[in-house]
């Protein structure tokens, strides 16, 4: 049982060029959800998805998109990567709304942005 | 979304009790507080979560008041493995849409 895991753990890009990043999580859960974190700022809710095939804006969406082709896995995709971008992102899954619900992290990826 | 204000960071030695207070204001009516724990190069991970008055489990006890604008993070007798940035959470769902808003993180550092 491996819970949420990402991948790639680190990443660097260029400005301008694309990338995906994949969680799969093993616990059978509803509920998906990508947030980015910054020094001094927590973090903060990028997209998020109640189910196969759903996605929804969080907090701070613009830049990003993302898909739940399946329910184990939610991808973030990065079109055009700007420096701005540059930060810690993480997956989590919980069986119900977050703010109501147990969420499990995984590891994160580390995304520098040149 | 909830604005939550935690202290930057607190100091403790082995043995004692520790309090982190996060601050709601503006909280909703059916939003949550939640409480994580984060360790150096790894996601969080729950420590607690209630809606008013007090909750306990075998690791920690959350405190909310009645106007509910504040909580407090309880650890009893924290050892050096409490070490660690705790972010407490509100959250809650309007207009079916997730709310979402964690705090800022307070470091803890634990002191032989």
């Known amino acids: 049982n491996a819970g949420v895991t990402q991948t790639p753990k680190f990443r660097v890009l260029k400005t301008g060029q694309s990338m995906t990043l994949l969680c799969a999580q093993d616990m059978n859960h509803e509920y998906m959800y990508w947030y980015r974190q910054d020094p001094g700022m927590g973090l903060r809710l990028i997209h998020y998805?109640?189910?196969?095939?759903?996605?929804a804006k969080g907090e701070v969406p613009d830049g990003y998109n993302v898909s739940r082709l399946k329910k184990q896995n939610f991808l973030l995709g990065l079109e055009s990567a700007a420096p701005s971008q540059t930060s810690v992102y993480f997956c989590?899954?919980?069986?119900?709304?977050?703010?109501?619900?147990?969420?499990?992290f995984g590891p994160g990826t580390r995304l520098t942005v040149l | 979304l909830a604005k939550t204000t935690q202290p930057i960071s607190m100091d403790s030695y082995e043995g004692q009790e520790v309090n982190i207070t996060c601050s709601h204001n503006n909280i909703a009516t059916n939003d949550y507080i939640t409480w994580y724990q984060q360790f150096p190069s790894q996601g969080p991970r729950f420590i607690i979560q209630?809606?008013?008055t007090k909750v306990t489990n075998e690791v920690a006890s959350l405190f909310i008041p009645a106007d509910r604008k504040s909580s407090t993070l309880s650890l009893p007798r924290v050892s050096l493995s409490d070490t660690a940035v705790y972010y407490c959470?509100?959250?809650?769902?309007?207009?079916?849409?997730?709310?979402?808003?964690f705090g800022t993180g307070t470091k803890l550092q634990v002191i032989p």
């Open positions: 989590a899954s919980s069986v119900g709304l977050a703010g109501y619900n147990e969420q499990f």
């Open positions: 209630g809606y008013k």
């Open positions: 959470l509100v959250g809650g769902s309007s207009g079916g849409y997730q709310k979402v808003t």
């Open positions: 998805s109640v189910g196969e095939g759903t996605t």
